[in-house]
């Protein structure tokens, strides 16, 4: 095991975000059995933006846009979602959570709640504190430097 700081942070985030896939699995199928975490991930989005279209969550999430359209229908179908006619401009349709989505959504959200709750019970408040801020600031600094041009080495 490397003491390098920068490859133990690497590796401890490599394991954090398998773990994290599956947890968000498993929430998925919370929602709806026959969900996967990407549609855990798409109905979270709605949640948090109602109103946005399909082209915009494919741009957001980053695939495209024939494949953010299949599952939005897929979601739709299951009861989850639903298309709303925009009345000023009829190509346009927002997306919003069904009352069932919504429901669902809820639902599994606090499971996940009550398992970070459990999870970090022994952390002190400053702690929790800290590491909120210094997973901000990495998330800030993966944005900016993935915007960077590559360097031309």
Avoid: K
């Avoid at 980053?62 to 298309?83: F, H, K, W």
């Amino acid at each position: 095991m490397s003491d390098d700081p920068v490859l133990r942070v690497e590796r401890e985030l490599g394991l954090f975000m398998r773990r994290a896939r599956a947890a968000s699995a498993g929430l998925a199928r919370s929602v709806h059995p026959d969900l996967d975490a990407s549609a855990y991930l798409l109905l979270a989005t709605v949640a948090r933006t109602p109103g946005t279209r399909t082209s915009d969550l494919a741009d957001l999430l980053g695939v495209g846009r024939g494949t953010m359209s299949r599952q939005v229908t897929r979601l739709e179908r299951l009861g989850l979602l639903a298309r709303r006619a925009d009345p000023h401009d009829s190509r346009s349709q927002p997306l919003v959570l069904t009352d069932e989505g919504e429901r669902r959504l809820a639902h599994a959200r606090t499971g996940r709640q009550e398992y970070m709750r459990r999870s970090l019970d022994a952390w002190r408040a400053e702690e929790l504190t800290q590491l909120a801020d210094l997973l901000g600031r990495l998330n800030d600094d993966l944005v900016r430097h993935a915007e960077r041009p590559a360097d031309p080495a």
